[in-house]
């Protein structure tokens, strides 16, 4: 079965420093992942997807994030962080054989001045 | 403007009482689903549908019920038989192809008195 692993529950970066947020997934074929977005008591947004072709996606807001399969991974990163960039961060990968996705735990990020 | 509403934003549920969350959607999209959220634990699926008429249960069905008489609308009943409710609840809708991004509504918070 598929499973997505964010290990870090909470992540602290100062104003302008890089972030990357870390992501792990188990999954048989080539996945399609996801990374979504949630500032407090709201819903998700799409930062970004990979469905197939460029391991090197582009999102919104700054957002990348890069697939790497021989780690299993889709590491979210951004060079400079504003302090509107505080949320929690998850990662999902869709069942390619269904209509379901299975998300993270999220990443709680949280931005010093 | 298209996109998800949720009503209420909260909601208090007394012991033995089921109650129902409302979710509408505008984009036109088929796929509609429902999600629980608990804090450090991510988005567990509770229903989804991908068409009119039809819905397949999640991982946490237990305790809920829904129904999908019109494409735009999928409302979901929280019933007495689910014993743990508090939670903050997300719908989404997709295109309902597979793998598709979702979209998420505002959410609602469900209390027990």
């Known amino acids: 079965a598929q499973s997505v692993t964010q290990p870090d529950i909470h992540i602290t970066v100062s104003e302008g420093a890089s972030l990357e947020l870390r992501c792990n997934y188990s999954y048989g074929a080539t996945p399609y992942l996801f990374w979504y977005v949630q500032s407090p008591g709201q819903g998700l947004q799409l930062l970004l997807k990979y469905f197939s072709g460029d391991t090197l996606v582009q999102g919104i807001k700054g957002f990348e994030a890069e697939f790497k399969r021989s780690q299993s991974s889709f590491n979210l990163r951004k060079p400079s962080v504003h302090w509107s960039d505080a949320a929690e961060y998850f990662c999902a990968v869709a069942d390619t054989g269904g209509f379901k996705t299975i998300f993270g735990a999220g990443t709680r990020l949280f931005v010093k001045a | ?113």
């Open chain 2, 1 to 113: 403007d298209g996109g998800i509403t949720q009503s209420p934003k909260y909601l208090f549920r007394k012991e033995g009482q089921n109650v129902t969350l409302s979710c509408e959607q505008n984009l036109n999209h088929d796929a509609m689903y429902w999600y629980r959220q608990d804090p450090g634990q991510g988005l567990r699926l509770i229903y989804y549908s991908q068409i009119v008429n039809d819905f397949q249960k999640g991982d946490i069905a237990e305790g809920y019920s829904v129904s999908r008489e019109k494409k735009e609308s999928f409302p979901l009943t929280v019933t007495s038989a689910q014993k743990n409710p508090t939670a903050f609840y997300l719908c989404a809708s997709s295109m309902g192809q597979l793998a598709e991004t979702q979209y998420f509504g505002p959410g609602t918070r469900l209390l027990v008195l």
